[in-house]
């Protein structure tokens, strides 16, 4: 498996408490990525990171904000959670960014299971 | 219109057939094509990818892509009860592009 964890792994909490998911990897990869997992939806992005304090909107950011301050950590905040936020949390990295030109893999990690009451 | 279409199933077999995922794309710029399995409670982890269209063949697993129709298959020969999993299409543009995934189950 690649190096990458999350915590917690899971999480029950209420609305409108504020909630934060850490994402650390030991591969010194670039990029970093936080998705979400829906049924019907599969993953989709919500930020992404391509270095230290560099990061992006991905599909679904509305409500989430993100902070990386080290190589191997990035964080995902929820700052006043909903009961729409209920799902599984996944980190990813990659070495590379996506692109139409060169492969790249995506590692992920284990996820965190979220639900918001 | 979704970047990347899969059928989610449920998909249910007999031990021993030849099972047939699909995913169609709309943007005809993808060239990098992915299947990622995924076991239940657990990560996505990489299957297989293909480079442009044709096949490719690892084990039991057969790859393959039709640019010109925009539709990638994944085909599981022989399948046994441990392929339960959610197979999840993806494809490399501007960013991942993943399909819904498919979940699979083989029984005995």
């Known amino acids: 498996d690649a190096g990458i964890t999350q915590s917690p792994r899971h999480k029950v909490t209420e609305t409108g408490t504020p909630v934060t998911l850490r994402c650390h990897q030991t591969?010194?990869?670039?990029?970093m990525y936080w998705y979400r997992q829906d049924p019907g939806h599969g993953l989709r992005l919500i930020h992404y990171?391509?270095?230290?304090?560099?990061?992006d909107k991905g599909e679904v950011s509305d409500g989430y904000s993100v902070s990386r301050s080290k190589t191997e950590d990035f964080l995902l905040t929820l700052e006043s959670a909903t009961s729409s936020q209920t799902s599984v949390y996944f980190c990813?990295?990659?070495?590379?960014?996506?692109?139409?030109?060169?492969?790249?893999?995506?590692?992920f990690g284990p996820g965190t299971r979220l639900t918001v009451l | 219109q979704k970047e990347v279409e899969q059928d989610p199933g449920p998909l249910s077999v007999p031990e021993g057939a030849i099972v047939s995922l699909n995913c169609t794309y709309s943007?005809?710029?993808?060239?990098?094509f992915m299947w990622y399995r995924q076991y239940s409670r657990k990560g996505p982890e990489l299957l297989m990818y293909?480079?442009?269209?044709g096949n490719k063949e690892d084990g039991r697993f057969t790859a393959q892509v039709d640019k010109s129709s925009k539709y990638i298959s994944l085909f599981i020969r022989d399948s046994q009860p441990s392929d339960l999993a959610t197979y999840l299409c993806?494809?490399?543009?501007?960013?991942?592009?993943f399909g819904t995934g498919t979940s699979l189950t083989v029984i005995p």
């Open positions: 990813a990295i990659s070495e590379e960014p996506p692109g139409l030109a060169d492969y790249n893999e995506q590692f």
């Open positions: 591969e010194n990869h670039r990029y």
């Open positions: 990171s391509y270095g230290v304090k560099d990061t």
């Open positions: 943007n005809s710029a993808f060239q990098y």
């Open positions: 293909t480079y442009s269209s």
């Open positions: 993806a494809m490399s543009g501007n960013q991942f592009y």
